[in-house]
């Protein structure tokens, strides 16, 4: 140990001691476990506690179906509307506030099936074994929780409470109108058979069963508002599944699969019904406008049939000679082609006017549908494209207002296709009435010659040509009509489900217990860091010797363990515990200090501190203690005259000491006090003097300390904090060694500047650290060579040379890890 020089223990550079953390947080390992356990706690409740969310889909393809039944030529356009554009029309419909309506009053969802559950009221909407065949032409109680308790297996009682003014809101769902009932009394309670209708001014309803009953078992109704269902319902999700094909995926989200599943087939299948009606709808209205013609063709028909014949047998004439049936042929020919020539400018004509009026899509404002061909296929072509515009607008103008952007460009591309569609309709008209003029032409040189016939013959060949052209009519019409009928009884839906929503047994996607542990990993592991880290930044107390070593100048001696006895005589009470050792560790370091003194000679050691309560008066008592035992005549000397605490460990009275021989009151052997601690006598400080730095430069007390230094081997000095009086340092001149005591946990890093300052600059030497009060649990590393005991830093191998001071209590380490130790 001759080699060990105090005064050079430094720490020359100033790297990152990843070990030092690790053990620091180590340190801390009670703490993690009870975050650990508290965030595992927390993520498990929340996992039963949050209401848990399901998600499922259906998937749909949206694609324009040709009717097979018809071939290119068939006049009748059943489809208006290309693949194009269907997709996006079908995602708005679908999101649109008019064809949810339609969803909820199918299924009707402002009902609401309810069961008390652990946390909260769950939605056993499926899953009851009663559904409510409601009467939506009468009043149902609005917003009551209605209780509909199974007391037998065709029984159940109805029981709730009307509102305490007894004014109640009715709502009639047929026609969403809300309206008032005032009752007589504040509770209802009735029993009813499964199957009977419930009739009551407040309620109209009956249950029909759907599973057996659980006896006993009380479920709850309440009637909502239609709106709010609609509103809460039009969160479904629409997709395209790829860019390629016209498949849409449909999501929904909620807490009920039972109630997923059937607003997602639902709302399907009345997309399927609605695209039907629209597809149809040109035919439905074609066929009813043939039929009309028909029937007055037929009436015109018959009309015509009955007086030819007539005419015929009046006149007995029958058939036509040579010259009049080649005129007859001709004009019929002719006429035939006017009538043409005219039904298409007819045509054309309501055609005009519908483009000029048409501002939405609506099937009752569709165009009087063409009986024949157009000629132009480009009108047929422009005026369906134009329709699925206006079928677009109108569903997007549901959710959004007329100056959208989407809607401007929709209007810009209407306007465009209607003077498209102007230009070609006068184009076709001016061409038709040239071709009827050269026709009428044609009809005048016929004319002249029918005039040659004679009279009978001219009055049979007309009443001849008007049969046949309305004969012809007939014939025409009645085959439109049966392809309009046809068309309309084999029409292909534009939508086909690819996969219905169903429950597989599907997890839910909200709360996610994997998704809450892991999140409780992370909190469990931050947050104890977050706390570690702070209270570090925050912390400005020493607590290592490595804290010592690398921020100040003067040198380290030892540390000295926790003091776990009820006084201060660690050393004489518990000689083979681990803080007797670290003494014993100290008396050996500090002969270094002492080395240049003759070994004959008295040694003075002074003990001091920064403030009060760090230990110096423990550290001078136990210092004296082990000089004492190894046979050194020693002196404690009590020199802190304004908080004396020496006399209490030893159980003596303060009445007599330093203050009593300094004012002359006592010789110096009156206060010498001889200990029960062999070799140790003890001088105590005496009353309390109001004036304590003056008396200490008193020339007395100068003559008591150098006459105790000629007496005894070793005199130890109990000074004043210097940190709060300049009393010790006038004490430093008589000491061959100082003990500047700072204690673990308790002393600020600030608190030792001055004294390092005055070490710098030369005006204190001898002077060395001493951390008190110090502890080992990983937190701040292990194994220091510096001469404080084998119990620290290799405690697992102490078994046999020393007494380890007993652990505490749990209580009391968890109140350590969130408070600095005193």
């Known amino acids: 140990m001759d080699d060990i020089n105090f005064s050079n223990i430094k720490n020359p550079t100033n790297h990152l001691d990843v070990k030092g953390y690790f053990f620091k947080v180590l340190a801390y390992w009670k703490l993690f476990v009870i975050s650990f356990v508290v965030c595992f706690i927390i993520a498990k409740f929340m996992s039963d506690y949050l209401a848990k969310k399901y998600s499922l889909d259906t998937v749909i393809s949206v694609k324009e179906v040709n009717n097979p039944l018809f071939s290119t030529g068939t006049n009748i356009a059943f489809n208006w509307g290309g693949a194009s554009d269907e997709v996006e029309t079908v995602k708005v419909v679908l999101l649109s506030r008019t064809h949810n309506e339609k969803v909820v009053r199918k299924l009707k969802f402002y009902v609401e099936y309810l069961k008390d559950g652990k946390y909260r009221q769950e939605d056993i909407y499926g899953y009851a074994p009663f559904v409510v065949d409601l009467d939506v032409t009468k009043p149902q109680l609005y917003e009551k929780l209605i209780g509909i308790e199974l007391i037998g297996k065709q029984t159940y009682r109805v029981s709730f409470n009307f509102s305490e003014s007894l004014k109640n809101q009715l709502i009639t769902y047929n026609s969403n109108v809300f309206s008032t009932f005032t009752s007589d009394k504040l509770h209802f309670s009735k029993e009813f058979n499964v199957g009977e209708k419930v009739s009551l001014p407040f309620l109209n309803f009956s249950l029909k069963q759907v599973k057996s009953f659980p006896l006993g078992q009380k479920y709850y109704i309440r009637f909502g508002s239609f709106d709010a269902a609609v509103a809460a319902n039009r969160d479904i999700s629409v997709v395209s599944i790829t860019k390629a094909a016209s498949m849409l995926k449909l999501s929904k989200s909620g807490g009920n699969k039972a109630r997923i599943v059937d607003y997602l087939n639902t709302t399907v299948q009345v997309l399927e019904e609605d695209k039907k009606a629209q597809n149809i709808a040109y035919a439905v209205k074609t066929q009813a406008y043939i039929d009309n013609l028909f029937a007055k063709e037929a009436i015109k028909l018959k009309k015509l049939e009955k007086n030819l014949g007539a005419y015929k047998v009046k006149n007995n004439i029958f058939d036509l000679s040579i010259q009049g049936s080649s005129i007859y042929e001709e004009t019929l020919s002719l006429k035939k082609q006017k009538n043409e020539l005219k039904n298409y400018n007819n045509y054309l004509l309501s055609l005009e006017k519908y483009i000029s009026v048409s501002n939405k899509y609506d099937s009752n404002s569709i165009p009087v549908p063409a009986i024949i061909s157009v000629q132009d296929p480009k009108i047929e072509t422009a005026l369906s494209e134009l329709i699925l515009k206006l079928r677009v607008r109108d569903g997007v103008r549901n959710s959004v207002t007329d100056n959208h952007p989407e809607i401007i460009k929709i209007d810009n591309e209407i306007a465009i296709l209607k003077s498209n569609l102007k230009e070609n309709i006068t184009s076709l008209i001016q061409l038709n009435n040239t071709r009827t003029s050269k026709i009428n032409e044609e009809l005048k040189v016929y004319n002249t010659k029918l005039k040659e016939l004679p009279q009978t013959e001219q009055t049979l060949i007309t009443f001849q040509r008007d049969y046949s052209i309305s004969e012809a009519n007939y014939n025409y019409l009645k085959q439109k009509s049966y392809e309009a009928g046809t068309a309309i009884a084999a029409n292909v839906s534009d939508v086909k489900i690819i996969d219905t929503a169903k429950d597989l047994g599907q997890g839910p996607v909200y709360p996610k217990p994997s998704y809450n542990f892991i999140l409780a990993l992370i909190f469990g592991s931050i947050i104890p860091l977050f706390f570690i880290i702070v209270k570090e930044l925050l912390d400005n107390k020493i607590h290592t010797p490595e804290d010592i070593i690398e921020n100040y100048q003067i040198p380290f001696l030892g540390v000295v363990g926790k003091n776990t006895g009820n006084n201060n ?91 009593n021989h300094i004012i002359k009151q006592k010789e110096l052997k009156d206060i010498i006090i001889p200990s029960k601690i062999p070799n140790l006598d ?141």
Not at 587 to 616: A, H, M, P
Not at 697 to 726: A, C, F, H, W
Not at 728 to 738: Q, T
């Open 569 to 659: 005589l660690a050393v004489f009470e518990r000689p083979i515990s681990s803080v007797s050792e670290s003494f014993r560790a100290i008396r050996s370091n500090i002969q270094f200090l002492f080395k240049s003194l003759d070994t004959s000679s008295s040694k003075t050691l002074l003990s001091t501190s920064s403030v009060s309560g760090e230990g110096k008066t423990m550290i001078s008592i136990n210092m004296a203690t082990v000089f004492a035992l190894s046979g050194k005549k020693t002196v404690l000397i009590g020199l802190d005259l304004r908080k004396p605490k020496i006399f209490d460990d030893f159980d003596l009275p303060n009445d007599i000491g330093v203050v």
């Open 682 to 822: 003890i001088v105590l400080s005496g009353p309390i003097p109001p004036n304590p730095s003056e008396l200490l430069l008193n020339e007395t007390s100068d003559t008591m300390i150098k006459t105790l230094q000629k007496n005894y081997d070793y005199v130890i000095i109990d000074s004043p904090p210097v940190g709060l009086v300049s009393d010790a340092l006038e004490l430093f001149k008589y000491a061959d060694a100082i003990l500047y005591v700072v204690r673990q946990g308790y002393t600020e890093k600030g608190m030792l500047k001055m004294i390092d300052m005055k070490y710098k600059n030369k005006e204190v030497s001898n002077i060395s650290y001493v951390l008190n009060d110090f502890s080992i649990k990983n937190r701040y590393r292990y194994g220091y060579g510096y001469g404080y005991g084998y119990g620290y830093g290799y405690a697992k191998y102490g078994n046999g040379y020393h007494k380890n001071e007993p652990s505490k209590g749990f209580f009391s380490t968890i109140k350590n890890l969130f408070g600095s130790k005193k």
